[in-house]
């Protein structure tokens, strides 16, 4: 029996051993074509000129390569995401952790976590069928493409994230912090705001790290909400285009595979993926809030 234990034990490793080998071979593999096909592009476009130029027209004449643009409508999407689905996300992870009792608990967070399963091309036809039409009727200047309202299907979609950690974070303070609180008279807002959410700061930062990530990343919803014009600028209500949305373009078919135009999804994929893999390091890295007790 111990042998046949032992030899269970060897084959669990390999086998454990086989599947991240798997998974690190194929992330090397993934870096490593973005890394070869940009450097085609960036062989005849320089880099500079990618990084800071304010004009982006690769499919149109004259052509022009500067990827601010795009840069600065991803984060159009990125910053008004984030203001509506960090505060609305901290304050369901509060009460679900403060005020609600386990049944309402495990009714409301479950509701909220089906948000996350919703496909995203559905986020953006409810975007350009209820969310643009209803802040129309609010400001008749808005363009039925706009930043605004792709930005709030967007806060939506990372909303249980943000909620569903934010939750787990608060969860993981000792309760005694709370009790010694209370026996102290502290209020339910004091014990919240200067106990709980600073104790659990750094995991807090950690799950806006993550949402921004997923935030960027966010593909069809832009796509069909926010329109493809890319533009220099952060303002929200017009027409503006992001750079998982130019990927999309490039990737319909419409210029030639060995072209320069082409070329240029594989150079914004990179830089996409440059942000977002920062983005998660930093979100894996902040490390738990260590509370020392005075002797």
Same mark, same amino acid.
């Given at each position: ?16 051993? =086989? ?14 074509? &973005? ?15 990618? =990084? ?6 690769? /499919? ?20 008004? !995401?984030? /203001? ?15 005020? *609600? ?5 495990? $009714?409301?967070?479950?509701? &909220?976590? #089906?948000?996350? +399963? ?23 200047? /808005? @363009? ?7 930005? #709030?299907?967007?806060?939506?979609? #990372?909303?249980?994230?943000? !909620? ?8 993981? #303070?000792?309760?005694?912090?709370? !009790? ?27 799950? $806006? ?6 935030? $960027? +990343? ?7 909400? *926010? ?13 503006? @285009? ?6 999309? @373009? ?6 030639? *595979? ?15 993926? =440059? ?5 998660? $390091?930093? +979100? ?12």
């Amino acid at each position: 029996m111990r042998d046949k234990a032992k030899l269970i034990d060897h084959l669990l490793k390999h086998f454990l051993f =086989l599947n991240m080998s798997i998974t690190v071979m194929i992330t090397i593999a993934v870096v490593f074509f &973005l890394g070869k096909e940009s450097y085609g592009f960036f062989a005849e476009i320089p880099l500079v000129d990618f =990084l800071f130029g304010k004009n982006w027209a690769p /499919l149109l004449e004259p052509k022009s390569f500067g990827v601010l643009p795009l840069v600065c409508g991803t984060f159009i999407i990125l910053i008004w !995401s984030m /203001l509506l689905a960090v505060p609305c996300g901290i304050l369901v992870a509060t009460f679900l952790n403060e005020f *609600a009792n386990n049944k309402v608990h495990a $009714i409301i967070k479950p509701t &909220l976590e #089906i948000l996350a +399963g919703i496909p995203t091309v559905v986020y953006g036809y409810f975007a350009l069928t209820w969310v643009t039409p209803f802040l129309k009727n609010l400001f008749p200047d /808005l @363009q039925m493409f706009n930043g605004i309202s792709a930005a #709030i299907v967007v806060a939506i979609m #990372i909303l249980p994230m943000v !909620s569903s950690l934010c939750d787990d974070a608060f969860r993981s #303070i000792p309760e005694n912090l709370r !009790s010694g609180a209370y026996a102290l008279g502290a209020t339910p807002f004091e014990v919240i705001s200067r106990i709980v959410i600073p104790a659990a700061g750094s995991r807090v930062m950690a799950a $806006i790290a993550l949402a921004m990530s997923r935030a $960027i +990343g966010e593909t069809m919803a832009v796509t069909l909400a *926010a329109g493809a014009t890319p533009k220099f600028g952060l303002d929200p209500t017009g027409s503006i @285009q992001t750079m998982t949305a130019y990927i999309v @373009q490039v990737s319909l078919g419409d210029v030639p *595979a060995d072209g320069i135009e082409y070329k240029t999804c594989f150079a914004v994929a990179s830089l996409l993926f =440059l942000i977002t893999f920062t983005l998660n $390091i930093f +979100g894996s890295n902040v490390s738990p809030l260590k509370l020392k007790s005075k002797a």
